[in-house]
């Protein structure tokens, strides 16, 4: 039998405004997007809106929200000595904060794998005990499978459709590209447009030259997408001699999205030299992994990096070329096996980036 295609007249579809958790910010149902670099606290600004979502407090702009559970699940970050920490610190209600443990019982049990789990958590949304408001993913890339923008594409999809079908919010974390301050915000994150593309809402963690951390909203497809909220970082001593941070929002900075972008910086270093700059982005793509190296070059061309200066990087880092078929991949080292030595597809990425 042929599949058949039906249609809805506009004139038979109820309008409705977006669901907001934290107008403008932060809506249900919609995949958003928190980009930082190692150092602006998105991950503790993170923690922070777990806090107020389970605890059903109040956000920066005073929006006070119904209590509701969060989903966190990481792949960088410990939960005993570094998740569970700043949630405390932020004030989270802890029995509303889950973590995706193991799959299976007995002993064929497996960690959690974004990659291919996605319908165990839709199966734990149907039949959730309580309503799940916020899912925060770090890092965002783990959920898709591969590093183009059709890839990427279709891995969030099941992703999306999750957030939309349960309306759930979902934040995934991520990085910027080092060396991009000069660059429009959006396009500085790390990876292929898609990821900005498919978000809604993309935020940003920054550092005012004042010193004074920020966030930002860079891109909106609901509302406006300019405005900052400043933050403070500070220590908290937790019980049992442990230690960890929270952030205290300050007040809403009015400002166009080209002021902010002339009044804030993503790296934590501005003054880096662009070979550091190119080593430390190679540094975070293949952190992910083994990377196809004509990815790789199209990243680096995004990000601003020269072919010269990514092939020294790439050179000084040691980074490791294996070729697939017709295809050259590049990973880095064992640590013990850094070297200053050119690889066999260094003529091969000069013809990627004019």
């Given at each position: 039998?042929?599949?058949?295609?039906?249609?809805?007249?506009?004139?038979?579809?109820?309008?409705?405004?977006?669901?907001?958790?934290?107008?403008?910010?932060?809506c249900?149902g919609?995949?958003?997007?928190?980009?930082?670099?190692?150092?602006?606290?998105?991950?503790?600004?993170?923690a922070?809106?777990?806090?107020?979502?389970?605890?059903?407090?109040?956000?920066?702009?005073?929006?006070?929200?119904?209590?509701?559970?969060?989903?966190?699940?990481?792949?960088?970050?410990?939960?005993?000595?570094?998740?569970?920490?700043?949630?405390?610190?932020?004030?989270?209600?802890?029995?509303?904060?889950?973590?995706?443990?193991?799959v299976?019982?007995?002993?064929?049990?497996?960690?959690?794998?974004?990659?291919?789990?996605i319908?165990?958590?839709?199966?734990?949304?149907?039949?959730?005990?309580?309503?799940?408001?916020?899912?925060?993913?770090?890092?965002?890339?783990?959920?898709?499978?591969?590093?183009?923008?059709?890839?990427?594409?279709?891995?969030?999809?099941?992703?999306?459709?999750?957030?939309?079908?349960?309306?759930?919010?979902?934040?995934?974390?991520?990085?910027?590209?080092?060396?991009?301050?000069?660059?429009p915000?959006?396009?500085?994150?790390?990876?292929?447009?898609?990821?900005?593309?498919?978000?809604?809402?993309?935020?940003?963690?920054?550092?005012?030259?004042?010193?004074?951390?920020?966030?930002?909203?860079?891109?909106?497809?609901?509302?406006?997408?300019?405005?900052?909220?400043?933050?403070?970082?500070?220590?908290?001593?937790?019980?049992?001699?442990?230690?960890?941070?929270?952030?205290?929002?300050?007040?809403?900075?009015?400002?166009?999205?080209?002021?902010?972008l002339?009044?804030?910086?993503?790296?934590?270093?501005?003054?880096?030299?662009?070979?550091?700059?190119?080593?430390?982005?190679?540094?975070?793509?293949?952190?992910?992994g083994?990377?196809?190296?004509?990815?790789?070059?199209?990243?680096a061309?995004?990000?601003?990096?020269?072919?010269?200066?990514?092939?020294?990087?790439?050179?000084?880092?040691?980074?490791?070329?294996?070729?697939?078929?017709?295809?050259?991949?590049?990973?880095?080292?064992?640590?013990?096996?850094?070297?200053?030595?050119?690889?066999?597809?260094?003529?091969?990425?000069?013809?990627?980036?004019?």
């Open positions: 039998m042929l599949n058949t295609l039906t249609f809805r007249r506009a004139s038979s579809i109820r309008m409705t405004a977006p669901n907001w958790l934290w107008p403008g910010w932060l249900a919609k995949l958003h997007l928190l980009a930082g670099e190692s150092g602006t606290g998105k991950t503790t600004v993170a922070k809106l777990a806090a107020v979502v389970s605890s059903g407090g109040s956000f920066p702009d005073s929006t006070a929200t119904t209590a509701g559970d969060v989903i966190i699940w990481s792949g960088e970050d410990s939960i005993e000595d570094t998740l569970l920490p700043r949630l405390t610190a932020a004030g989270a209600d802890l029995d509303r904060c889950i973590f995706p443990d193991v299976g019982s007995g002993e064929k049990q497996r960690p959690f794998d974004p990659l291919i789990d319908p165990l958590l839709e199966s734990y949304l149907r039949e959730a005990p309580h309503p799940v408001k916020l899912l925060i993913v770090d890092p965002i890339v783990s959920f898709a499978a591969g590093s183009s923008n059709q890839a990427v594409r279709q891995s969030l999809t099941p992703l999306v459709r999750l957030a939309e079908q349960y309306s759930v919010a979902i934040i995934g974390i991520t990085h910027v590209a080092k060396g991009s301050n000069k660059r915000p959006k396009e500085r994150i790390l990876g292929v447009q898609a990821f900005v593309a498919l978000s809604r809402v993309v935020m940003m963690t920054g550092v005012r030259p004042t010193g004074e951390p920020v966030l930002l909203r860079v891109k909106s497809n609901l509302g406006p997408d300019d405005g900052a909220y400043p933050y403070r970082m500070e220590g908290v001593a937790l019980a049992g001699g442990i230690h960890s941070s929270r952030v205290t929002f300050g007040a809403y900075l009015d400002l166009s999205a080209n002021e902010i002339g009044s804030v910086r993503t790296e934590r270093d501005p003054s880096n030299s662009a070979l550091d700059a190119a080593k430390e982005f190679l540094l975070d793509v293949l952190s992910l083994m990377q196809e190296s004509a990815e790789v070059a199209l990243l061309e995004e990000a601003g990096h020269s072919r010269a200066t990514l092939r020294r990087a790439k050179s000084l880092l040691g980074v490791l070329s294996d070729k697939q078929g017709d295809q050259w991949w590049w990973m880095l080292p064992p640590e013990e096996d850094a070297q200053d030595d050119e690889h066999l597809d260094d003529e091969h990425l000069g013809t990627l980036i004019q």
